[in-house]
């Protein structure tokens, strides 16, 4: 099966810009996570999706950042406006089942570099 | 959230075994124990998870104390494809979020 996709890969903007980060979970997988790595500090969680609802979004930094699951398939995750210091690495990860007994898929990640 | 302690690096030659440490004194009853690596420039990647008994799978094995309070990631035989950072999590509460600490940086030497 198809692997956790995101797009795209690498993304440099200047602060005050937008972006779009894209994540296609794999198929079937209800559970959609975000996470993200800034420079220097661990990987930290910012948010679940079940389907098409946020099931837990304690880990948005801010309101400049925001997440969308339409239809419940693939997510985007907005930066409006960017700025330095949201540089570093954004995975998402997706699960079949909701709950500790399973493991996630984790994507490769996009690097976002604000300048 | 829960809290483990892992070293921050370890050694090993290829072909042999390895034991990856972490411990959990502050583990509940209903936590998990979670194994997940990270190689460079990748996501992180599950390897292995238990409860109570130590658990086996292609990819390693899961040995857990008695008291659960420690537990240790053991690759059978390291090759150099298994240098990565390890991180051991425990599940809170029945959350499903993540808590990665920093993990240990495996390094393995021909």
């Known amino acids: 099966e198809a692997g956790v996709t995101q797009f795209p890969s690498h993304s440099v903007i200047e602060k005050g810009q937008t972006v779009t980060l894209r994540c296609d979970p794999i198929s079937g997988h209800d559970n959609l996570y975000w996470y993200r790595r800034v420079m220097g500090k661990e990987i930290k969680f910012l948010l679940h999706?079940?389907?098409?609802?946020?099931?837990?979004e304690s880990g948005m930094p801010n309101n400049r950042f925001l997440a969308e699951r339409t239809g419940g398939t693939y997510s985007t995750l907005k930066v409006q406006p960017a700025e330095l210091e949201d540089s570093g690495v954004y995975f998402c990860a997706s699960s079949q089942i909701t709950g500790w007994n399973y493991g996630y898929t984790f994507g490769s990640g996009t690097r976002l570099t604000v300048v | 959230d829960a809290k483990t302690t892992q070293p921050n690096s370890m050694e090993s030659n290829e072909e042999e075994p390895v034991h990856l440490p972490c411990n959990h004194s502050t583990i509940s009853g209903t936590d998990y124990i979670h194994w997940y690596r990270q190689l460079p420039s990748q996501g992180p990647e599950y390897v292995i998870h238990g409860l109570t008994s130590n658990v086996n799978n292609r990819m390693a094995s899961l040995a857990i104390a008695e008291d659960r309070k420690s537990s240790t990631l053991i690759l059978h035989r390291a090759t150099l494809r298994d240098a990565a950072v390890y991180y051991c999590?425990?599940?809170?509460?029945?959350?499903?979020?993540?808590?990665f600490g920093t993990g240990t940086q495996l390094k393995v030497e021909l």
């Open positions: 999590i425990l599940s809170t509460g029945g959350g499903n979020k993540l808590t």
């Open positions: 999706f079940v389907k098409e609802s946020k099931q837990d």
